[in-house]
């Protein structure tokens, strides 16, 4: 246990003004930051420059760092332009050029961190295609609601007429064609056609409806 006074020394910002209790054996001294502060330190931490202010000095990079230049540099679409100033957060907003053409003010933080990445007409884009594309299981499910041509030979969609007289029904799952069988009578083939809808696309629009609530 050394007995050295450490009043009145320095250690970066802070300035030893006396000793504090103990813990321990560990000496502990009360220290006055350049700030105007007062922290209580270990002399350990003091000596090995582990501890150097009491806290401000962290605080003060991480706004440095919020504060970096960013002109010129691109986060997605966007390409900032200038610094516009603190927002009630503190934090600094830029001013950014949208490649499709707007401008929008967007915090540094959301900028670094690839939040936001355009002016917002990114999102809506991807809204749109997932409209486009509720899929379930592969189905996209919003063209099944759809009205489907109607087949001319019928009148009926997903059922047609052959040459010999018979009617074919049929539909679309997947991208690929289901035979729902050949049948004597116009009406069977409709038949055949909404039994087919009930059993193939029924579960793919109650799906997608369950996860809609
Ligand atoms: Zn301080
Ligand atoms: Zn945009």
Redesign the pocket.
């Given at each position: 246990m050394s007995g050295i006074d450490l009043t009145g020394n320095r250690y970066g910002r802070l300035v030893v003004i006396s000793e504090a209790e103990r813990v321990g054996e560990n000496r502990r001294w009360v220290c006055k930051c350049d700030c105007g502060n007062e922290v209580t330190v270990y002399g350990s931490s003091l000596k090995r420059g582990r501890t150097k202010s009491c806290g401000c000095l962290r605080k003060e990079r991480t706004t440095k760092a919020d504060e970096r230049d960013l002109s010129g540099r691109r986060f997605g679409?966007l390409l900032v332009i200038e610094k516009l100033s603190k927002n009630e957060y503190g934090r600094i907003i830029w001013k950014c050029m949208?490649?499709?053409?707007?401008e929008?003010e967007v915090a540094y933080y959301n900028l670094v961190s690839e939040k936001t990445t355009?002016?917002?007409?990114?999102r809506v884009g991807h809204l749109n295609e997932a409209l486009e594309t509720q899929r379930v299981d592969g189905v996209v499910v919003p063209k099944l609601k759809q009205k489907v041509r109607v087949d001319s030979s019928t009148g009926h969609k997903g059922v047609s007429k052959t040459k010999n007289g018979k009617y074919v029904a049929r539909l679309m799952v997947k991208g690929k064609d289901k035979y729902l069988g050949t049948h004597e009578t116009l009406e069977l083939a409709i038949k055949a056609r909404k039994r087919g809808e009930e059993l193939y696309y029924k579960p793919y629009i109650e799906a997608l409806e369950g996860n809609n609530d």
């Open positions: 679409k949208c490649d499709c053409g707007s929008t355009s002016c917002g007409c990114v």
